[in-house]
């Protein structure tokens, strides 16, 4: 059978009514696979960084490098997984003398895009670093369109560590 087919793809969890190239404010959760504790550990609800969260930690602040539409927010890595809080402000503008250059990179706006990227780059890192890596495929995102939304939002990710064993992404191996 034809590995296009439908047949063999899983249906989308984005929100089918949306272009996720649009403007706006995104909360995102990406876990490991089998939600393995590659990144460090808590202690005293305070995450502790090992060689490999910190790469993570870098690639997060290097996504408005590679994305310069991209503002960075509220932001956590925890053991298994990260969340973070994003804004996309792509204003469209367009600079003829960069058209015109081989060295100017044309990347996708979108949510995806800008997650394929982070998620590459950390696998890039622990190759680098000779850790067998694995992001579980997909991320959970979504679309905060309120102040309040935002709030509880922003709250939840930086108590996360404070909450670490009540977290349904808990792991203590």
């Known amino acids: 059978m034809d590995k296009n087919n439908k047949i063999y793809r899983s249906p989308s969890n984005r929100a089918q009514w949306w272009d996720y190239s649009n403007n706006g404010t995104y909360f995102i959760t990406i876990c490991t696979k089998n939600r393995i504790n590659y990144f460090g550990t808590i202690l005293q609800g305070e995450t502790i960084l090992n060689s490999l969260g910190q790469s993570v930690l870098r690639c997060w602040n290097d996504i408005p490098i590679y994305h310069?539409?991209?503002?960075?927010?509220?932001?956590?890595?925890?053991?298994?997984?990260?969340?973070?809080?994003?804004?996309?402000?792509?204003?469209?503008?367009?600079?003829?003398?960069?058209?015109?250059?081989?060295?100017?990179?044309?990347?996708?706006?979108?949510?995806?895009?800008?997650?394929?990227?982070?998620?590459?780059?950390?696998?890039?890192?622990?190759?680098?670093?000779?850790?067998?890596?694995?992001w579980q495929p997909r991320y959970h995102d979504h679309i905060i369109r309120t102040a309040e939304s935002y709030i509880k939002i922003a709250n939840y990710i930086i108590m996360n560590p404070i909450t670490w064993e009540q977290d349904k992404f808990y792991n203590d191996l």
């Open 68 to 134: 310069p539409y991209v503002i960075l927010d509220t932001f956590i890595i925890m053991p298994n997984h990260i969340h973070g809080i994003l804004h996309i402000n792509n204003i469209n503008t367009f600079d003829n003398n960069c058209a015109l250059k081989k060295e100017c990179k044309v990347t996708s706006s979108s949510l995806g895009s800008i997650v394929r990227g982070f998620k590459v780059g950390v696998k890039k890192e622990a190759y680098r670093l000779n850790i067998p890596f694995f």
